[in-house]
């Protein structure tokens, strides 16, 4: 069993969908970062959350510390939300353990 | 101006040669990480480098020896390249007041 493990692994949706990507994670401490990687291969970071939920623009990022689970939301998906999303644990200062990503189509 | 960057964005070189990759960030922190994605998108932590000293070194082999002028600066040097070194690199960089990384654009190295 993976550190951090995301589900699903691809997921497809038609434009103006609600989705919603998931992660459980079994190390680090109490801290999520969620990470977007486009196709031309840049990594842009989105969140990063000890507690609650944090917005911004379409995308909502939620935690729960106590059950090692965090949810990342898009809403009104469009198709320049595709790309792959990716949550990651830190461990402590120094290192930090990625999921294996989430491959996201938006068709319009 | 860009955060994090490295060079080149493309490498493509033979086996047995050695070549480096180069990363700096403008942002003022102070700790610095090369990462690893394979074929399969996954990413793995090479090297992380906090104020000049190597904190991580996870199972890289030594042939890749990350090397820090400044703490602007870390650059990820390889010996006799292997078919298998073939992936895409990130350097990464993050202030000490926060976990959150920052991420450069990545160098895809190929290996013949």
């Known amino acids: 069993k993976n550190e951090v493990e995301q589900s699903p692994q691809n997921l497809t949706a038609q434009e103006g969908e609600f989705i919603t990507i998931n992660c459980s994670y079994s190390?680090?401490?109490?801290?999520l970062h969620w990470l977007q990687q486009h196709p031309g291969g840049g990594i842009v970071s989105l969140f990063m959350l000890s507690s609650g939920k944090k917005k911004h623009g379409r995308l909502i990022a939620t935690i729960n510390i106590q059950e090692k689970h965090s949810s990342l939301h898009i809403t009104a998906s469009h198709p320049r939300d595709s790309a792959v999303y990716i949550c990651a644990a830190p461990l402590n200062n120094n290192d930090m353990r990625f999921g294996a990503g989430t491959r996201l189509t938006v068709k319009p | 101006d860009t955060a994090v960057s490295q060079t080149p964005k493309y490498l493509v070189t033979q086996m047995g040669n050695d070549k480096s990759i180069k990363c700096e960030q403008n942002l003022g922190h102070d700790t610095m990480y090369w990462y690893k994605q394979d074929s399969k998108k996954f990413l793995k932590i090479m090297f992380s480098y906090n104020n000049k000293e190597l904190i991580i070194n996870e199972t890289v082999p030594n042939r890749f020896s990350p090397k820090s002028p400044d703490k602007a600066h870390l650059n990820l040097h390889i010996n006799s390249l292997e078919l298998g070194d073939s992936a895409v690199y990130f350097c990464a960089s993050r202030d000490s007041s926060s976990y959150e990384q920052y991420f450069g654009p990545g160098t895809r190295l190929t290996v013949t």
């Open positions: 190390v680090g401490i109490s801290a």
